[in-house]
């Protein structure tokens, strides 16, 4: 999951002195979300510091009232087979429903899969290749008509048409038709545009997926919105995603791109048929606005209940946020991100490994974490590249010393260069998007932290509206010389192939759109990840996970910053609220409901 899935450009801290000061001051004004930090919101609901971080808040059943989100980013679509970005996951979860789905609990317990249309998980066969579902009496569409497997399938083939409905998640696809024999829907020569062979329909309550390759993590995919049905007589292909066929608990009444929608209850959704959605305001809301600072201004002031992005407050507004009088509002959780630099191993002289230890041991971890806005508003520091809510993660697990060394050390850094045959450093250029002012400030921290070690880097700011073809073109690279690179990743399901694999896998270097930076081609570790997507036990397919990560902290290719942390506003009138690890940290949605 690249970072554009939840972005919105907020602006860099004016000084990492005054940044701290206010943390420091906020933190003064009622503990880091003690049971004693609390207060009555203006609704009467109750509210803390950090109260909705892996617990439930203001639980609640009463239904009623209108939820009303605001944004600085639009979605990108609102149709399921194409919308990426995670907010608009967390959002589809109104109007669309799977086969399977995440658990409406908090934090970790939040990514356990559950039955969502179907009746239960999945009957798994064939040594993991037949996955076999039966449909729940009773799930229907807006207008009343049952939904059958048969849409479903439909709805599956439609990620194949992506000359028509390209942006959304293709992991469907490589798993069901790796050789990419089927043509999608659009393009389908049966009489009924169902002719994927590796989905079986025998009848309009169940469905069988064939895979020609067994997949540990196909049911991840399953729970994502790529896999809801669509029925055929309601798909308009590009245009679905004005205006999607609700099987949810709510229905889209409107959507402007660029200004909001409003969503209203789906008469013919049935609670009995749904153990996940609370489904509790009668109407949902949202307001688009391309000014972030007023966003939070009116956030901040109770004319709205919640940022639809969950990007966090912007540095304009911090300070009022975490006002002592207004921090009972603000969550601090972890995103599920991290932010790092990454080293290609074909940019020299990043192809010796001890240069690139040097960079690791050298930099100043402390400063990259201040650059992003200290432990607050940034994020801890990282020391591995598994996020603690990803299986097989052991945020424990340091091996360059990071914590012992959080300013960096600068001894062993020459130590390394001296290793690799630069004793007196070395000339680089670290690359860094343009429109990402936080990842501007981390590469000149980053700058001067190495400078101190003798290796001279320069910073290339390149557009950042045109990543894939810049930094995801190994060629490009190459030629532009840039040693580090400085991005953000965050899963695309919580296991470590919706988390790793895009990034360290080998066989995953693409000569455009590519995420393995560092062109870390290591056949051991991708053995581990077929090891662990072949195994039928989770603990051991994490095992195998925790070993690849180790891995890759032994061939140094990249360098972590922060496990970011977001300062999220929870309005008053919020009740059901807790963070999801599931949704990267950001709010349950379809649990929420308000005081009216």
């Not at 599956?156 to 790796?178: F, K, M, T």
């Not at 059901?576 to 005081?595: E, F, H, M, P």
């Amino acid at each position: 999951m690249t970072t554009h899935r939840s972005s919105r450009r907020r602006q860099a801290a004016a000084s990492a002195v005054i940044v701290a000061a206010l943390l420091s001051t906020a933190a003064c004004g009622g503990g880091d979300g003690g049971s004693d930090d609390k207060d009555k919101g203006s609704a009467g609901a109750k509210i803390a510091f950090n109260g909705g971080v892996g617990k439930v808040l203001n639980a609640s059943t009463k239904k009623g009232g209108t939820l009303k989100f605001i944004g600085s980013q639009d979605f990108d679509f609102l149709d399921p087979q194409r919308g990426y970005y995670g907010f608009m996951w967390d959002f589809a979860r109104y109007y669309t429903r799977q086969l399977i789905t995440y658990k409406a609990e908090p934090g970790k317990a939040s990514t356990e899969l559950v039955p969502d249309m179907a009746s239960g998980l999945a009957e798994v066969s064939d040594g993991g290749k037949t996955y076999k579902y039966t449909l729940k009496d009773g799930v229907k569409w807006e207008d009343g008509q049952p939904v059958t497997t048969k849409d479903i399938k439909y709805g599956i083939e439609r990620i194949w048409a992506q000359d028509v409905l390209s942006g959304g998640p293709i992991y469907l696809q490589q798993v069901l038709d790796p050789e990419g024999k089927y043509k999608g829907p659009y393009k389908d020569t049966s009489a009924d545009k169902l002719g994927l062979s590796a989905i079986e329909t025998p009848d309009d309550k169940t469905i069988i997926f064939k895979l020609p390759k067994a997949n540990s993590d196909f049911e991840q995919m399953l729970a994502m919105p790529s896999a809801t049905p669509v029925r055929q007589d309601k798909d308009t292909k590009e245009k679905y995603t004005l205006k999607p066929f609700s099987n949810g608990p709510y229905k889209i009444d409107s959507y402007t791109p660029t200004k909001g929608a409003e969503l209203s209850r789906n008469p013919n959704w049935d609670a009995a048929t749904d153990d996940v959605r609370k489904a509790l305001p009668d109407n949902i809301s949202v307001t688009l606005t391309t000014n972030a600072d007023d966003m939070d201004k009116r956030l901040i002031a109770g004319e709205y209940d919640l940022d639809l992005n969950a990007t966090g407050v912007g540095q304009a507004a911090r300070a009022e946020a975490l006002n002592p009088k207004n921090r009972n509002n603000v969550d601090n959780p972890q995103t599920g991100f991290i932010r790092y630099a990454v080293m290609p191993t074909d940019v020299a002289p990043f192809d010796n490994i001890e240069c690139r230890k040097a960079v690791i041991v050298g930099a100043d971890h402390k400063s990259l974490q201040t650059a992003r806005g200290g432990p607050q508003a940034g994020g801890d520091i990282a020391t591995n590249m598994l996020p603690p809510a990803i299986g097989g993660a052991d945020p424990a697990y340091d091996p360059y010393e990071v914590k012992k060394n959080e300013n960096g050390d600068v001894a062993a850094a020459k130590e390394h260069l001296a290793a690799c045959g630069k004793p007196n450093g070395f000339k680089t250029t670290i690359a860094v998007r343009n429109n990402k002012p936080l990842e501007i400030a981390t590469a000149e921290s980053l700058q001067a932290s190495l400078k101190k070690v003798g290796i001279d880097a320069q910073i290339d700011q390149f557009d950042g509206a045109q990543t894939s073809g810049i930094i995801g073109a190994p060629d490009n690279v190459r030629k532009k010389g840039y040693g580090i690179i400085i991005m953000g990743w965050g899963a695309d399901f919580p296991t470590g192939q919706g988390f790793s694999q895009p990034l360290v896998d080998g066989r995953f270097i693409l000569d455009s759109g590519n995420n393995n930076f560092s062109m870390l081609n290591d056949p051991a570790i991708n053995k581990l990840f077929d090891d662990a997507i072949a195994a039928t036990d989770i603990a051991q397919a994490n095992e195998f996970y925790k070993q690849m990560n180790q891995k890759v902290s032994e061939a140094a290719v990249y360098l972590p910053f922060t496990h970011e942390k977001n300062l999220i506003w929870r309005g008053s009138r919020l009740t059901n609220v807790y963070t999801a690890d599931a949704y990267n940290g950001r709010y349950d949605y379809a649990s929420l409901g308000v005081v009216k």
